[in-house]
Nanobody, 116 residues
């Protein structure tokens, strides 16, 4: 059974940094398209960044140049490095492992709050 677990959220001041982790168990992370999504109160869930099985990355315009997504196969873990954080980045961040409609796994989410 595949499980996806996020960690690393917290409270940070504007301009600060955080690194989120997404640990996958039950299957190799390399078979999934991995993605970070976020949902702020009253807003729809949106894609923040993704990394394809072959390693290409994609970012939302709002985070380009500030966030970096990476994957360490030996750890079966995906990371999201977030720099220059803004209050608008405040949201619950979710990890997704997508391997097709029958293999679509979500974590429980981790809260990121950017506030002074």
């Amino acid at each position: 059974q595949v499980q996806v677990v996020e960690s690393g959220g917290g409270l940070v001041q504007p301009g600060g940094s955080l690194r989120l982790s997404c640990a996958v168990s039950g299957r190799s992370i390399g078979v999934f398209r991995m993605g970070w999504y976020r949902q702020a109160p009253g807003k729809q869930r949106e894609l923040v960044a993704s990394i394809a099985t072959y390693g290409s990355t994609n970012y939302a315009d709002s985070v380009k140049g500030r966030f970096t997504v990476s994957r360490v196969s030996a750890e079966n873990t995906m990371y999201l490095r977030m720099n220059s954080l803004k209050p608008d980045d405040t949201a619950v961040y979710y990890c997704n492992a997508f391997g097709g409609s029958q293999n679509d796994y979500w974590g429980q989410g981790t809260q990121v709050t950017v506030s002074s």
